[in-house]
């Protein structure tokens, strides 16, 4: 049931949350006037998800690695096909694929990201390790090296293009240089201005987060939300003010972390100058 427009309820120490969007109308790609042609459009997105490692989401990582390689969904393929075939079967054989079974609802009617994809993990390691277990025959050195070969070419082209299009755009992962300049500014003790450049910045509060965690009861108390929907999105919560551009009006002590591109003039006019300049983005203090 989509418990959505009620209040919240508290049953015993157990939370009914109310919803502001019903997940199903957002999430599922059949229903609306859509029907098959939904359901093997979302099919091969799923696919392109799996195989390219990015789902639309920004996400601390390696650009083109999701929650599986390329290589292991090729083997996890590989290896539930022959394990499907083998009789007889053991018990884990049998469990295993009754686990990839149950994704399939997942695969086909929900929109494909890497949460929704998650239950994929278990499944595919084993049948990936079957592969490798059962195909003894193969020259592994031999595939191996043309494998690696294969994918650093494409890993090396993606990063120097596509890769680096995107995290300059800030469309994808996020830089490691942002992590660093994050936890400088962490130890700074000072007031952390992060402007994005872009309109996702209501949700890299998430990126802070991860590069330092904040118990959830002190976030609840903290942050700031900017309206409600199925996604809230967080401007500020204890020393970090998050926005799209800097502030018109800065503090005289605080540390600005600014991605290029957004304009620096109300930092220049207020006396800061530039510490670190990185690929992405800039540290600035006064």
Known sequence: MNYVSHRQLYVLRLTITRLAASRGASQLVVGHGQGLGAVIKNLGQTVAVLFTGYDGYLKNGLPGFGILTPVMVVLAIVGALLVFKAKPRTDFDALMLMML???LPTVLLISPNHTHLNALTVPALYFAG????????????????????????????TYLGPAHTALA??????????????????????????????????GMYTVALFNHPVKPANFKQ?????????????YRYGRYHISAQL???LPTHAVLIVRRGASLQ?????????????????????
Request: proline letters at 3%; glycine letters at 10%.
């Open 130 to 157: 079957m592969a490798l277990a059962k195909l003894s025959r193969v020259n592994w050195r031999v595939a191996g090296l043309v494998v690696i070969v294969v994918l650093f070419g494409t890993y090396a082209y």
């Open 222 to 234: 903290e942050a700031v939300k900017s309206g409600g929907g199925e996604f809230i999105h967080y």
């Open 101 to 103: 079974g149950a994704n």
């Open 247 to 249: 502030p018109k009006s």
């Open 266 to 286: 109300s930092a220049k006019q207020a006396g800061y100058h530039l510490v670190k300049a990185g690929c992405y983005y800039q540290y600035l203090e006064r």
């Open 169 to 202: 755009a800030g469309q994808n992962e996020t830089p490691l240089e942002l992590q660093t300049m994050l936890t400088k500014a962490d130890d700074n003790g000072a007031p952390i201005y992060l402007a994005t450049n872009h309109q996702q910045a209501g």
